[in-house]
């Protein structure tokens, strides 16, 4: 029985850092991943082939709808389906293989595979032609990630009713394509559909669209998608789906309750969420259970069994790529006995719509909440002298500082390119920054970036520009 120092279960984002980590502080290290390439969902059917569709798609509607031909760049352009799916293809294979040369580099084996536990210490491990091969390690590290949610009501075939993964493969453009869901994923795969030139509606349960992000800001985002075409059925739930050989009939009531009416649609994704992929992994094997929602209890990262570590999807924390990374990152710095820790109340989020919306820190519904007193700075786009050139000046920044400090405790920001500008405020919050730090910060001109200076000014009232 071969034996390592750690062996993790999960080759995603979490994992293979995890993975890759343990290599270069000098321990002896295996993966297990039973997918044909490495980076879990989010490099094969998740954040990265998403983004390859949304930049896509966001050509061809500049070209489409004549946005190019303002700018004296006319053309007249053709949707290849087929090309865009196979390039998002290259780009994804690409990035997996990068980390396979990744774990090479760092001597990390890939134990190709499907892990579970097999009592303390011990992982079995069942390849693709049903052999079993059992090892152990000192600290085993569960890193397997989510799967979507399923709906009741709703069975997902990935014909007709599909997931996300389905999502990033269909094989036409639908006429009308129903989201069953306003969140991130819901959002982000509608604007790819309705930019290539779906009819899109969005149906969600609660009164308002992306739950638990900044209200304002939340309303901001969905005003600028509806002006784009897209159509919401919010304070709506779906009973009931039928799938036939060329659409899907929906039957919709409203979520306090009243008539029920009925929904034809093309195509219907259902992005509700996702849920902890804890299935098959033994855990009774050592006397684990998950709580009601399917998550593993963690404490820094470490499960009530000693050696056994659990980071990512499948456990508490917002479900991101890059806090799986932070917590694989500081998992393993703890099994090698170096102090580190994740700040979970700085973890940014991104809806990578256009316009994007980023977000980092507390809401204003968390801070009234609170009872904390705080103030608001707020800048628009349209005052921005690089984004109004570039004819992009929807959305705003807004910082939020506490009344009496001036510390920055969130910012929320709608506009473009803002996924990028969100980690200057990460950085400032990380060293406890007040509003009138980044308010004394020189920014270079034009840019977009100096919208977040002049919010920031715009907390005590001092922006210049509006």
């Known amino acids: 029985m071969k034996s390592y120092d750690v062996i993790i279960i999960g080759g995603g984002p979490g994992g293979y850092n995890a993975a890759i980590r343990a290599g270069q502080l000098g321990l002896s290290v295996a993966c297990v991943e039973g997918r044909a390439t490495l980076g879990g969902t989010c490099l094969n059917v998740g954040c990265m082939p998403s983004k390859a569709l949304l930049h896509a798609s966001e050509l061809y509607e500049a070209a489409a709808s004549g946005e190019l031909g303002h700018l004296g760049i006319e053309v007249k352009p ?5 090309q865009m799916m196979k390039q998002k293809d290259e780009s994804v294979t690409g990035l997996t293989k990068g980390i396979e040369f990744l774990f090479r580099k760092n001597k990390v084996d890939w134990i190709k595979g499907w892990g579970k536990l097999d009592g303390v210490g011990k992982v079995k491990v069942s390849d693709d032609q049903g052999n079993v091969t059992e090892y152990q390690a000192k600290d085993i590290v569960i890193a397997t990630g989510s799967e979507p949610t399923p709906l009741p009501g709703v069975t997902i075939d990935n014909q007709r009713i599909i997931d996300s993964t389905g999502a990033l493969a269909l094989p036409q453009v639908p006429k009308h394509l129903v989201v069953i869901g306003a969140g991130v994923i819901g959002l982000e795969l509608g604007s790819v559909w309705r930019r290539l030139g779906a009819e899109v ?3 969600e349960y609660l009164d308002r669209i992306c739950p638990g992000i900044d209200e304002e800001t939340a309303k901001t985002l969905q005003r600028s998608l509806a002006k784009q075409g897209m159509t919401f059925k919010l304070g709506s739930k779906v009973t009931q789906a039928t799938p036939s050989a060329d659409g899907v009939s929906l039957t919709l009531e409203p979520a306090a309750g009243g008539e029920a009416q009925t929904l034809q649609a093309d195509y219907v994704l259902v992005a509700i969420g996702r849920r902890p ?3 098959g992994l033994g855990l ?8 009601k929602r399917g998550m593993l209890e963690n404490q820094g990262h470490r499960t009530s069994v000693p050696g056994i570590w659990v980071i990512g999807d499948v456990t508490s924390g917002p479900m991101l790529a890059h806090k799986a990374e932070d917590e694989g990152i500081a998992c393993i710095e703890l099994i090698h006995g170096k102090p580190h820790e994740v700040n979970y109340g700085l973890i940014p989020g991104v809806i990578y719509t256009k316009p994007e919306l980023a977000t980092v820190g507390k809401t204003e519904e968390q801070l009234k909440a609170e009872g904390r007193a705080y103030k608001v700075g707020k800048f628009p786009f ?5 984004a109004k050139i ?9 910082v939020i500082a506490d009344a009496n400090t001036d510390e920055v405790l969130g910012v929320h920001l709608v506009g473009p390119s803002v996924s990028e500008m969100i980690g200057e405020y990460c950085v400032a919050m990380e ?3 007040s509003a009138e730090d980044i308010a004394l910060i020189c920014h270079p ?3 977009r970036s100096e919208a977040l200076r002049q919010a920031a000014m715009n907390v005590d009232g001092k922006a210049m520009q509006i």
């Open 78 to 82: 053709s949707l290849n389906l087929a």
């Open 201 to 203: 509606t969005v149906i």
């Open 277 to 279: 992929y804890t299935q």
């Open 284 to 291: 009774e094997s050592v006397g684990l259970q998950t709580d």
């Open 382 to 386: 349209l005052a921005n002298s690089r």
């Open 390 to 398: 570039n004819h992009e000046t929807e959305g705003f920044a807004k």
């Open 431 to 433: 060293f406890s920054a």
């Open 445 to 447: 001109h034009p840019t």
